[in-house]
């Protein structure tokens, strides 16, 4: 059984815990793993990666990537409100879902 999560790919979210949670950023939801309960967000969670030689990488080297973070440590960032809000799912005339702010009534889904 899938899993239904308040966030999508693409979604503009903040964090509410962690390291990442400090001040007022936000990051675009690169990936979401369902099976983990986790998501990728750009600039959140970076994590040292050291890379072996190889021959596209002769010298090998150290990167800075981002790393999973946990799906309930992150809320959908309003435009509007400018922070992270929760969201009510308003079903439409055509019988779709669309996700809304619950403090300014801005539709997330189009």
Known sequence: ???KYHIRRNDIVTATAGSSASGDRTGKVLQILRGKGRAVVEGFNMVTKH???SQENPKGSIIKKEASIAVANLM???PHCKKGVRIAHVRKENGKTARTCKKCGHS???
């Open 108 to 110: 997330f889904d189009g």
């Open 76 to 78: 959908l960032s309003c």
């Open 1 to 3: 059984m899938a899993l």
């Open 51 to 53: 890379l072996r030689k």
